[in-house]
């Protein structure tokens, strides 16, 4: 039998041929694959940071913020809430003495989820000093209808109540009138 020559160039092409098709194949599948694993837009925009005008809030009042789906409450402290939030350290479960008056870093402002830390209730702000029907000394802050907890303006958890522990405070900070949720 004879011996027929191989073609050497034409096995080459082949070769490269095929390693290229081979290959957007493969890069063909593993960058849409890729790409799921990267979030959507819609998911970096719950998780982004939220800025609010502090200068839009009077003493006293509440404003309600909403950051990754949960309720954050702001509360513009008044001097008379300021003042009797060192008096409450002895009816508190934690007194948070190291976080600050108003546990964060400007102590006219109170930054806390505005969930329960009991079964995630929604407190209701109540910032009223005079007597509720929960509490002969009221001096204002948070109550929570669902199960009886109480909460002071800074959000710390008063004692003998369902909630365990104080209202959480979210990562943030100031930069003059803004503030920042979700940046520390």
């Given at each position: ?67 990754r789906r949960t309720p954050i409450f702001i509360v513009h402290q008044t001097t008379e809430a300021i003042k009797n939030l060192p008096s409450l350290n002895q009816k508190v479960a934690n007194p948070a003495l190291e976080e600050g008056v108003s546990r964060t870093t400007n102590e006219k402002f109170s930054v806390v989820k505005g969930v329960c830390t009991h ?66």
């Open positions: 039998m004879p011996k027929e020559k191989v073609n050497n160039t034409r096995r080459k092409a082949l070769q490269i041929t095929s390693s290229v098709v081979g290959a957007v194949t493969v890069a063909g599948f593993a960058v849409p694959f890729l790409s799921a694993w990267q979030p959507s837009e819609r998911a970096k925009a719950l998780g982004a940071s939220v800025k609010y005008d502090l200068s839009k809030l009077e003493p006293g009042a509440m404003a309600v913020v909403e950051w079964l995630s209730c929604a407190p209701k702000y109540h910032p009223e000093i005079e007597p509720k029907a929960w509490d002969e000394d009221w001096k204002g802050g948070f109550f929570c209808p669902c199960h009886g907890s109480k909460f002071d303006l800074a959000g710390r958890v008063y004692k003998n109540v369902p909630a365990p522990t104080n209202l959480e405070v979210p990562p943030h900070s100031f930069q003059g009138d803004t503030l920042i949720i979700g940046e520390a």
